[in-house]
Each structure stands twice: as structure tokens, then as C-alpha cells.
């Protein structure tokens, strides 16, 4: 079983920067792939991005990539979704989830997630 955290979300301005962060208790955390998925208002819950479990391989969406950036620090438990240059089009609830297996973007195989935090980014 792993827990997840989500925290770091808010209002920020378009072409604005937020890191969020999700800490991780329960199984290992060095076990587990993760990902960070979003939905949005009266749409689908969408991959963002996900980390191998030893961090050396990441992928991120077309949709963010050059602008997002994840990252994983085993020695605490936490796994980072650092978005730079946000636009309107990024608001949503943001979550963390967790897998063991291989580096996976479909969220119907993840088997852990946290609570969900909110980002809006205003015009």
C-alpha cells in the first residue's frame, strides 16, 4: 500500500512557474513508477507525466513537455512536477499516482493516488 500527498497548487498568472510536490509513505517508494495526471472541469482525467523508479528515464506529454519537468528524490519519498510557462489551458486538478511495474501513461494502470490538488492559471 502507498500513501500520496499532493501539495504546491494555487493561482498563479499565465506565463507563471508552481512546483508541486507529492510525498510518498507506505511501500517503498524506490519500488514504484510515477506519474502525475490531471482533469480539468467536465473533461477526462489526462497523463502529464511519469518517472522510472530509479529516475533515469522520464516521459511527459506533448501538451507540456518543454514546460514541465518531473523528478523524483528517493531520499525523501517525494516525486516533483516543476511547471514553468503556465498557461490557461493547465488549470486542473492535479494527481500523483504510483505504480509497480514498467513506465506506464494510461491512468487505469496506476494503482495509487493522492488526493488531488488544484491549479489555476488566470488570463
Known amino acids: 500500500q502507498v500513501q500520496l500527498v499532493e501539495s504546491g497548487g494555487g493561482l498563479v498568472q499565465a506565463g507563471g512557474s508552481l512546483r508541486l510536490s507529492c510525498a510518498a509513505s507506505?511501500?517503498?517508494?524506490?519500488?514504484?513508477?510515477m506519474g502525475w495526471f490531471r482533469q480539468a472541469p467536465g473533461k477526462e482525467r489526462e497523463f502529464v507525466a511519469a518517472i522510472s523508479v530509479n529516475g533515469g528515464r522520464t516521459y511527459h506529454a506533448s501538451s507540456v513537455k518543454g514546460r514541465f519537468t518531473i523528478s523524483r528524490d528517493s531520499a525523501k519519498n517525494t516525486v516533483y512536477l516543476q511547471m514553468n510557462s503556465l498557461k490557461p489551458e493547465d488549470t486542473a486538478v492535479y494527481y500523483c499516482a504510483a505504480r509497480i511495474g514498467i513506465l506506464v501513461v494510461s491512468s487505469n494502470d496506476y494503482d495509487y493516488w493522492g488526493q488531488g490538488t488544484q491549479v489555476t492559471v488566470s488570463s
Open positions: 507506505g511501500r517503498p517508494f524506490s519500488d514504484s513508477v
